[in-house]
């Protein structure tokens, strides 16, 4: 299979971006990738998005990219609420997935969804970007060499203060700053500590009126009195910086830490790099250019018979949703009913 042909379901700001991304000839997901068609629920928000980035297939419906016999894989950035059923769709219809984070809004969802992809030999993958940026590349080989000594203690924010976004404060969109901004977090402690379970975790935090939660502070603490000390925020603008400490010195990400272009190494370098040349103007969220990266690896795994990216795999994005149901249960939150 030279070439991997996408169906785009939904027709918002982070479509936009992934589709941008995709496109770059500069980038690394453009020689092998191609976007056919578009479906929304609403068909005029599909055909100005179809006109935009020049696709020549236009839907107004979710089910029909499911049946467009073109389509052999498909990104799905709709909200967090939809994901389920929306992946289930597609996945029945014999379509490879890579949709948006978080996967679903529980960890049994995802859980079954993944278990329904292996049976029908289908690739499926939360579309976690950060782990495709060359960065998380370098801090995944640095903590392989111990530049740090063992990591024994982590700290990472992540808050901004959009509160009044719908898909953050709805129950029925999937809202909760946890499955928008608190996966990064997460994520981040899944790489440091290897997917390892938590001795202990203690959270604190707040809700919305609907019962999902507008943000928490968490510490999370491992063997050998490691801890990961965690804040996330959907009310208020943090530092959204991370810092990964040893005995031998520490590894420090700017902000905004879940995709930066440069971090700090412990010899007190930098490692940075540059993203595809697009401009800044392209794209509704900060280094989105950087999608491109996790597009092209779903495309070279698929395209090699692989059913999952060894950067991030089904296990690891279980192991997020344990910790995240974890973390709302004991702030109350009813997403983690």
């Known amino acids: 299979m030279e070439r991997m042909y996408w ?8 479509c936009h971006d992934f589709v941008n991304a995709l496109n770059d000839p500069t980038g690394p997901a453009a020689a092998h990738n191609k ?13 100005t998005f179809a006109e935009h980035h020049g696709i020549s ?3 107004g419906s979710y089910q029909e990219v499911a049946d467009d ?5 498909v990104y799905i950035g709709n909200t967090t609420g939809q994901h389920f059923e ?15 984070k978080s996967l679903t809004t529980h960890y049994s969802a995802s859980k079954e969804l993944y278990d329904l992809a292996s049976s029908k030999s289908l690739f499926l993958m939360e579309a976690l970007w950060s782990n495709f940026f060359p960065t998380y590349m370098e801090i995944k080989n640095q903590l392989a060499l111990e530049t740090v000594g063992k990591v024994v203690h982590m700290e990472a924010s992540f808050g901004l203060a959009i509160s009044d976004v719908p898909r953050l404060n709805l129950r029925d969109l999937g809202g909760g700053a946890s499955l928008d901004l608190g996966v990064y977090l997460v994520n981040l402690v899944r790489l440091v500590f290897e997917r390892e379970e938590p001795i202990e975790i203690i959270a604190r935090g707040d809700l919305y009126p609907t019962g999902v939660d507008s943000g928490w502070d968490a510490i999370l603490v491992f063997s050998g009195n490691r801890r990961a000390v965690l804040k996330c925020s959907s009310k208020y603008k943090l530092s959204n910086t991370a810092r990964l400490a040893g005995m031998q010195g520490c590894i420090e990400l700017p ?5 930066p272009t440069s971090i700090k190494l412990p010899n007190g370098d930098s490692y940075s790099f540059d993203l595809p040349d697009q401009p800044a103007n392209a794209y509704n969220f900060e280094n989105s250019a950087g999608l491109s990266y996790e597009c092209a690896a779903a495309s070279e795994a698929i395209r090699a ?3 999952e990216c060894e950067e991030y795999t089904p296990a690891d994005s279980l192991y997020i949703a344990k910790i995240l149901e974890e973390i709302n249960k004991q702030i109350g939150s009813k997403m983690a009913d």
């Open 69 to 73: 016999e073109n389509i052999n894989i």
């Open 305 to 307: 018979g692989k059913l």
């Open 35 to 47: 976007v056919v068609a578009v479906g929304a629920r609403q068909l005029d928000r599909a055909k």
């Open 7 to 14: 169906g785009i379901v939904s027709a918002g700001k982070i």
């Open 57 to 59: 297939t236009v839907y």
């Open 86 to 100: 929306v992946c289930k769709m597609m996945l029945n219809a014999g379509k490879h997935v890579l949709c948006e």
């Open 255 to 259: 902000d905004p830490f879940h995709c």
